[in-house]
């Protein structure tokens, strides 16, 4: 028998690594936030590409055995996915001193993940902000993977009005972002991605778009200031080659052999590779800003309830996920 005293609450539960079914609905204990942590009533969160990898453990052979030993060998040890979460503080942790109950916040799980549930606790030091006030639940549920990856590896690049900058994956949840950030560092975009996807890429304020399965932008003849590669499939030595004096490539998704060369590359020449860290909560309020002047808003492809959320991820791994797929919770 159930002790009466626990609250329960409905979470989607990861079983084990595999397909889309290997994520089950279930009733568990609700939780209680620590003295530093604050308990989020989740409104909306997101499936990302990196949701579907952790979920199936889609990685490169080599890449399998480390993420293993991190997530766990037979299944993802943190049972709860979901890297986005947006929603209402409930309560506050004893030693909690700037948030509030009450306050709409937006936030980057981080590798506690926990975010396909209807309530999670987050540190109050974490990736967390206060919501953007023109922004719905679920558009700011996609701030933070998307725009908080987009903004920190532009940043880092140091987008120069003017300057010609290169978007390869711009369509997804990352590359939406960046191709609106770097337009408002006054970049001229160039957004690659496949033919369905150009025509939203143009919407968002991209000035040229590439079709890769078409055309290898690495082979054009064009030279560009800034490369994001979001995708981490172009080719190393062709972006570099496409890159103008002083260029910049930054790296998303890096292989340890980019990162390797990308050393050589930036202690040896003029051009550098960027890449690593992570997304603190100083970039999600630069984003918050970003968002209330109106300058980037949130590409949502789909939504589906929590208990749907199976299909959800059957649909992001097809592939044709255009910006961001959200999930609504207890709407
Ligand atoms: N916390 C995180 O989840 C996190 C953080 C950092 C980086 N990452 C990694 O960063 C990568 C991008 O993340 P995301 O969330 O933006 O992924 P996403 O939403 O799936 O977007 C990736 C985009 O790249 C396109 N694409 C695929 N192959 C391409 C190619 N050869 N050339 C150009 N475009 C191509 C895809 O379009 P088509 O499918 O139509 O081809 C899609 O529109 C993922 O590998 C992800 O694992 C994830």
């Known amino acids: 028998?159930?002790?009466?005293?626990?609250?329960?609450?409905?979470?989607?539960?990861?079983?084990?690594?595999?397909?889309?079914?290997?994520?089950?609905?279930?009733?568990?204990?609700?939780?209680?936030?620590e003295d530093d942590e604050v308990l989020i009533r989740v409104h909306a969160t997101t499936v990302t590409a990196g949701d579907c990898?952790?979920?199936?453990?889609?990685?490169?052979?080599l890449s399998q055995p480390l993420v293993r030993i991190g997530f766990g060998f037979r299944g993802p040890r943190m049972k709860i996915l979901g890297q986005e979460v947006a929603g209402e503080i409930e309560?506050?942790?004893?030693?909690v001193r700037l948030l509030k109950k009450g306050e709409q916040v937006f936030a980057w799980t981080g590798f506690h993940l926990g975010g396909y549930a209807e309530y999670t606790c987050l540190r109050e030091g974490g990736v967390l902000a206060v919501k953007p006030v023109n922004m719905s639940y679920d558009e700011a549920a996609t701030l933070g993977v998307g725009g908080l990856e987009a903004l920190r590896l532009l940043r880092k690049g140091n987008v120069q009005s003017g300057e010609r900058v290169l978007i390869n994956g711009a369509g997804g949840s990352i590359g939406t972002f960046a191709v609106q950030i770097a337009k408002c560092y006054g970049g001229e975009v160039t957004g690659v991605d496949s033919t369905g996807k150009?025509?939203?890429?143009?919407?968002i304020g991209a000035d040229d778009v590439i079709d890769y399965t078409q055309e290898d932008f690495t082979?054009?003849?064009?030279?560009?200031?800034?490369?994001?590669?979001?995708?981490g499939k172009s080719s190393f030595s062709r972006s570099i080659r496409s890159l103008k004096e002083n260029g910049r490539y930054l790296l998303g998704n890096p292989r340890l052999s980019h990162m390797v060369r990308g050393g050589w590359v930036s202690r040896r020449t003029g051009k550098k590779v960027i890449f690593g860290g992570s997304g603190q909560a100083e970039d999600l309020v630069m984003l918050k800003?970003?968002?209330?002047?109106?300058?980037?808003?949130?590409?949502?492809?789909?939504r589906y309830p929590l208990e749907r959320i199976a299909e959800a991820?059957?649909?992001?791994?097809?592939?044709?996920?255009?910006?961001?797929?959200?999930i609504t919770v207890g709407a």
């Open 1 to 33: 028998m159930k002790p009466l005293n626990v609250k329960r609450m409905k979470a989607i539960v990861c079983t084990r690594y595999g397909p889309p079914d290997v994520l089950q609905l279930k009733e568990i204990e609700k939780p209680s936030p």
């Open 53 to 61: 990898g952790l979920r199936s453990l889609k990685f490169p052979l």
């Open 91 to 95: 309560s506050v942790g004893n030693a």
């Open 198 to 203: 150009l025509d939203m890429l143009r919407s």
């Open 219 to 231: 082979k054009n003849g064009q030279m560009y200031d800034v490369i994001f590669d979001v995708i």
């Open 289 to 302: 800003e970003l968002v209330q002047e109106g300058k980037t808003k949130s590409v949502i492809d789909r």
């Open 313 to 326: 991820h059957r649909y992001v791994d097809t592939g044709q996920k255009k910006g961001n797929v959200v």
